[in-house]
């Protein structure tokens, strides 16, 4: 198992990421950035000039679209790890724990487009909530004019984006856990006559805080350009600037793209600048931190704020659950008239109509999926074996590259990626979306699978080597079934992000591919909420349906073998 | 003439300034067991891999390998016909015990029938027959041990190395393993090397013996 052996293999992967990868990203940055300074020869502009960056500053709510940007997602992103760590630490020690992250799949794998569906039916004034609480408690014979979605403050969206981002954090947080010891560290803290929340939090989180890091600044980024979600349940009028990109772009005015590339660079600076303040906040953060243990207050005070934290969580937990509930309910609804709680009228007639378009949808989606995860699956399997083969670990660079498509937002580089697609031929079809979706569903691919992998016990490939087997049996006939667990969960969670892709699908496939995700964002403003319901309830259903084989799967292949029955997933 | 022989090896960790233990060569005779005696963590399990060509990246070593006259150092693990008995017993958790001794069954038994009638005798002689469709998770330590020994041996290896591979077996235990493994490969004729820090399995291989 020399580092000659795998020359080739290695070699073949940094090809293929950086060139399918990585190179598409930078010319995507590349291309935009030269549109947002005038250059976009395919409308005839080809003179620099700060004319994008001047006309931007003049168009209307410029200004509020960037405040509710950062603020909606700077306020999700230190909520939902406020929430996380909370529960983490209340939750620790119960002999449920392990299971939390079995129970935490569906809200995992429902998209996002379908959960922020979900959430609207649930909280606008006609929805779900107020239903069940009219005319009894409220004395509302009519929806109430308030705006519970789409307000003013973005307080639906930071809502949505919690139920999404807490269970994310969450199920971060419990694999870094697994990297410590905790119940020891735990003991000697409370021995030394700490509480058992804030010893949680004064010894274990400084421990967990850097496993969960880079997670941590995925969030933010995609909190702070998060387009299909902050179109459904954000403010419509400023919206937040990513969504008043997308528009610009789509406008029917072509002279609005040069200023939309310049507000799409806009958007990777306010990335780049949430993250640098958070960097900031973290140091603030440390250093009180520092001053607060150093106290030695042993803080049975800690307490009421861990239960509020969970508390939290589980009403997150339980909205999120009845929002897919609520999508079921109203994708068989006949007739449902405000304040009845139940439909009164059911009717199966949208389920029974596929050719109505979600048929159609359904494919597209599940072909683009099972595609781009194929993709994924097989260049991360080949990017871990070269590691194996050279026998190194990951070089930090190489964890970067791997974060890159996550950290810089989509909206920055997809118009210029979409550019550069064009001037070769390659948009509007098929290909070009699945080829967009990969950059994304890949990382998340590789960071499932990594800890898996590398866990796996390396003299059980020594003993096959030692028996005379070469390296493509060790890796075929030994480490691929040992691993179809973690495999399928991957691919699993792989299918999923490709499902919920939005604006990849939007901008490559020139509004000639529709998937389920495209076809329910646009649903989401008309008035129909049974046919929306349908396409929801089928986009949250793919990916789960993904999840339970993922789970059943090996367990039937493995029915007889105990020593791979239970594991790490 | 079937000899596996060892001259000046050195390992060093990457970046340590002295070598894990004194430059070591012997010479271990086909039908012998000798034994390589030394304190836990002197590299013991170290200087096995790198003979089985098993090295992590995170070692040197210099000095030579010779099996049978030939130069082996740099060859590929999968090559060089050098079977292990871990401290584990390493099988494969995802096949049956039949389906682990078929893997390493030679190549050169052709067909099916025969290859599962090599297997079926192997299982016999191990006292395990009928065995062959059982999760190998469901065997006792015992019986993990001996399935470990007759998949090595069906590979046909050309020497042998034995990790401790009785460390972790109990007293009773440990003495009935311990005669089954060496009355199996002592038939074998080829060289054994075991390297071990209890004086019972240097007496027990009843060999040369040499402290690293």
């Not at chain 1, 209340?90 to 922020?116: E, M, Y």
């Not at chain 1, 020139?510 to 008309?526: C, F, H, I, K």
């Not at chain 1, 339970?548 to 292949?557: Q, T």
């Not at chain 2, 003979?51 to 150092?73: E, P, Q, R, W, Y």
Request: aromatic share 8%; charged share 15%; net charge positive.
């Amino acid at each position: 198992m020399t580092g000659a052996e795998g020359r080739w293999l290695r070699f073949f992967v940094l090809l293929l990421v950086t060139g399918g990868l990585v190179l598409p990203i930078l010319t995507g940055l590349w291309e935009t950035g030269r549109a947002a300074f005038g250059i976009l020869p395919a409308i005839g502009a080809e003179t620099w000039s700060l004319a994008p960056w001047q006309r931007l500053f003049t168009l209307p709510g410029i200004g509020s679209s960037l405040k509710l940007s950062l603020w909606t997602g700077l306020a999700s992103t230190l909520l939902a790890l406020l929430l996380a760590t909370g529960f983490c630490a209340a939750i620790h020690g119960w002999s449920g724990q392990r299971h939390v992250s079995r129970i935490l799949g569906p809200l995992l794998a429902a998209p996002h487009a379908a959960l922020a569906i979900g959430i609207a039916f649930l909280i606008a004034p006609s929805g779900w909530i107020a239903r069940m609480i009219s005319p009894w408690a409220t004395g509302w014979n009519l929806p109430p004019n308030i705006a519970t979605v789409n307000d003013q403050m973005g307080l639906a969206l930071v809502l949505g984006l919690l139920v999404k981002e807490v269970p994310f954090l969450l199920l971060v947080m419990l694999g870094a856990l697994g990297q410590i010891p905790v119940n020891a560290q735990l003991a000697a803290g409370r021995a030394l006559g700490y509480g058992r929340g804030v010893v949680w939090i004064k010894v274990i989180l400084p421990q967990v805080y850097p496993l969960i890091r880079l997670p941590v600044f995925v969030v933010l980024s995609f909190a702070l350009s998060v387009v299909d979600m902050a179109i459904i349940l954000g403010p419509s009028n400023p919206p937040v600037l990513s969504v008043a990109v997308t528009r610009w772009y789509f406008a029917a005015d072509t002279s609005l793209i040069l200023p939309a590339s310049a507000a799409a660079l806009a958007q990777a600076f306010v990335v780049a600048f949430g993250i640098l303040l958070w960097i900031c906040a973290e140091q603030v953060a440390a250093r009180a931190g520092r001053w607060w243990i150093r106290r030695g207050g042993r803080g049975y005070s800690a307490g009421p704020g861990l239960i509020l934290a969970s508390g939290a969580t589980l009403i997150l937990m339980g909205l999120g659950a009845s929002a897919l509930i609520d999508l079921a309910i109203w994708s068989v609804t006949w007739r449902w008239s405000f304040p009845s709680a139940l439909p009164e009228g059911w009717s199966s007639g949208i389920w029974a109509r596929p050719g109505s378009g979600w048929g159609s949808a359904f494919i597209q989606t599940t072909v683009i999926g099972l595609t781009t995860t194929a993709i994924a699956v097989l260049l991360a399997i080949a990017w871990l074996e070269g590691e194996d083969r050279a026998g190194m670990q990951r070089a930090r660079w190489a964890e970067v590259l791997i974060y890159l498509p996550l950290l810089v937002p989509q909206i920055a580089f997809l118009y210029g990626l979409n550019v550069v697609f064009l001037r070769a031929g390659l948009t509007g079809g098929l290909g070009a979306v699945i080829w967009a979706q990969a950059l994304f569903v890949f990382p998340y691919v590789m960071i499932a699978l990594s800890d898996p992998w590398r866990a796996l016990d390396r003299r059980l490939v020594c003993a096959s080597a030692a028996l005379g087997a070469g390296p493509m049996r060790r890796l075929v006939a030994v480490k691929l079934p040992i691993l179809l667990r973690p495999l399928l969960t991957a691919a699993a969670i792989g299918f999923a992000v490709s499902v919920a892709q939005y604006l990849p699908t939007l901008f490559m496939g020139a509004g000639r591919v529709a998937t389920l995700t495209t076809e329910a964002v646009t649903l989401s403003s008309g008035s129909d909420r049974r046919v929306t319901g349908v396409y929801a309830v089928l986009q949250a259903v793919l990916p789960l349906g993904t999840y339970v084989a993922a789970l059943f799967l090996p367990a039937f292949v493995h029915r007889n073998r105990r020593g791979l029955s239970g594991g790490a997933a | 003439m079937n000899t596996l022989a060892l001259s000046d090896v050195e390992i060093r960790r990457h970046g340590a300034s002295g070598p894990l233990f004194a430059p070591l060569s012997l010479i271990v005779p086909a039908g012998t067991i000798t034994t390589v005696m030394g304190p836990s963590g002197i590299g013991k399990s170290t200087l096995i891999d790198f003979i089985g060509g098993h090295l992590g990246s995170g070692f040197v070593a210099t000095g030579k390998i010779m099996l049978n006259g030939l130069d082996v150092t740099h060859v590929r693990a999968e090559n060089r016909r050098i079977g292990i008995l871990f401290q584990d017993e390493l099988l494969f958790p995802h096949l049956s015990v039949g389906d682990n001794l078929a893997f390493g069954l030679a190549a050169r038994h052709h067909g099916r029938a025969a290859r599962r009638r090599a297997v079926d005798a192997a299982l016999e002689q191990a006292g395990l027959a009928g065995f062959h469709d059982r999760d190998p998770a469901t065997l006792s330590g015992g019986q993990r041990a001996r399935v470990a020994l007759m998949r090595a041996l069906l590979a046909e290896p050309r020497a042998l190395l034995l990790d401790e591979p009785f460390a972790k077996l109990d007293a009773e235990l440990r003495t009935e393993i311990r005669s089954f493994v060496f009355s199996h490969i002592r038939a074998r004729g080829v060289p054994v090397l075991l390297v071990s820090h209890d004086a019972s399995d240097a007496d027990a291989a009843a060999g040369p013996v040499v402290a690293m």
